[in-house]
């Protein structure tokens, strides 16, 4: 039994969610408490079973494991082709691990529609899960759009007073991308077919396709775009604040933690290993962008009135430094990459969270409407320091990991690069924790505030895990680490070999072209 739940532990995990919202399907919506009860067990009961995933995990290998694959549409070459390395791993467990909370912490944000949210909740983590997990890119693609569905739903039905504006920008920003990667598929698909004869969609398959140079450019242009908008880049960014700010608590606790992961992901999974020259020679042009992210971010964080969207904007400014260590390609820069990706994961979904706590409380997110709120309610501003600190990169806690090793490994290649990076590092402390002095420090003059209640066992209970996690990231880091280094070693060592190989390649045809012609002048 142990042995065919480990072979198949992929589906079931991901498919686990979804078999749950057809369930709800069938439910009285009048049976609200059953309702709660069932999703929030139903997603502690994922978490807990997608626990082997680290624990049987052989860190040692750089290769897939958990492997499933089974012919799908053979005539057309899809597979049902499911796996993990250490690139994955961790962001599948952060999916399994944030759900569940989001679940609890939405037990008295949402009061309407409860089943049919909670059904769409399912059906996105399955979405998630399947993006994180699939190797064939005709069904990476399908749980790529898929996932667009019941996040579009989220917020345009349980946002707020623009939502139908912010989820109609989310979906079309996000869905021209999609088009674009689609048909960047469709090529390589071809290509590959082209080459040996064989339909195949598979990752490992097309990973094997030898393309030029300029080849390669409008390629990895069309899968850059679609994931530069999803991380989001500077400057496709536009649309994030608007569908933070409209989207309810959960949706932008899940949008922050797992979703904007689905770009860098993409870049890390697909763009390095398929488009090796052209990632190479994009390094300047996204490097800089990601710079020009992360000031910019931290600039504009720094002079916005509304809690919810300064955390937003700062999610540009944490991706940017995301983005900056993968393209830095030595394996110091992107292993710190994949740890702040799960860091931003905790440090800003925990942040979201403090914003919906109190917002359920005063209905206004104006940080000049607050002050003074550490004499009202301790334990929530204890909650809210420790996440702040976690946000701008204490030692000790777990955003000081990943930020080091970015700026360190980018100092190593690019010097200038981490020099102008590291001046987020101070943005991000100046506008972070002038937000915390004004929202709960000063004056408790305001009256509205006078009467706030302090946190309550549940919303204790929502941010106790995700703070046990920022310190055990920020002071032993390796658990994590260890899990990522065979895998980022051996991408980034294969990617060099393929850059070279095509580079031989170009080369010898350019010197046969030189002989021939210098053999056609002879003969004249």
Known sequence: MIDFYLNHIL????FLPLIGAIFLLFVNKENVGFIRNFALFLTLVLFLLSLPLYFKFDSASAGFQFEEKVSWLPSLGVSYHLAIDGISLLLVLLTTFLTPIVILSSRTAITKRIKEYMIVFLMLETGMLGVFCALDLFLFYIFWEGMLIPMYFIIGVWGGKRKIYAAIKFFMFTMFGGVLMLVAILSLYFIHFKQTGVYSFDFTDLNQVLLASKGQVWLFLAFS?????????????????????????????????????????????????????????????????????????????M?????????????????GFVMLGIFALNVTSVQGSIIQMINH????????????????????????????????????????????????????????????????????????????AASGVIFAAVYMLWM??????????????????????????????????????????????????ATVTKLLQDAQLKREKVITYENSLKKSQIEWVSNQVSEE
């Open 225 to 301: 775009l679609a994931f530069a908008i999803k991380v989001p880049m500077f400057p496709l960014h536009t649309w994030l604040p608007d569908a933070h700010v409209e989207a309810p608590t959960g949706g932008s606790v899940i949008l922050a933690g797992v979703l904007l992961k689905m770009g860098t992901y993409g870049f890390l999974r697909f763009c390095i290993p398929l488009f090796p020259n052209a990632s190479h020679s994009y390094i300047g042009l996204i490097s800089i962008l990601a710079i020009i992210g992360i000031i910019y971010g931290a600039l504009v964080s």
């Open 11 to 14: 589906t079931i995990i991901t």
């Open 436 to 485: 915390f002095q004004r929202v709960n420090f000063g004056k408790l003059d305001n009256p509205e505030n006078q009467k706030l209640k302090d946190l309550n066992w549940r919303e204790i209970t929502v941010l106790v895990p995700i703070v046990v996690f920022c310190f055990w990231i920020g002071v032993y880091p390796s658990t994590f680490l260890g899990k990522t280094e």
């Open 303 to 319: 002079v916005q009135p509304d809690l919810k969207k300064m955390v937003a904007y700062s999610s540009v400014s944490h991706l």
């Open 345 to 420: 994961g905790l440090s800003t979904g925990a942040l979201f969270l403090i914003v919906g706590m109190i917002y359920e409380r005063r209905h206004t997110r104006l940080i000049s409407d607050f002050g003074g709120l550490a004499r009202q309610m301790p334990v929530f501003v204890t909650f809210f320091m420790i996440i702040t600190l976690s946000s701008i990169g204490l030692p000790g806690l777990n955003g000081f990991v990943g930020e080091f090793l970015i700026l360190l490994g980018t100092f190593q290649t690019h010097k200038i690069f981490a020099i102008f």
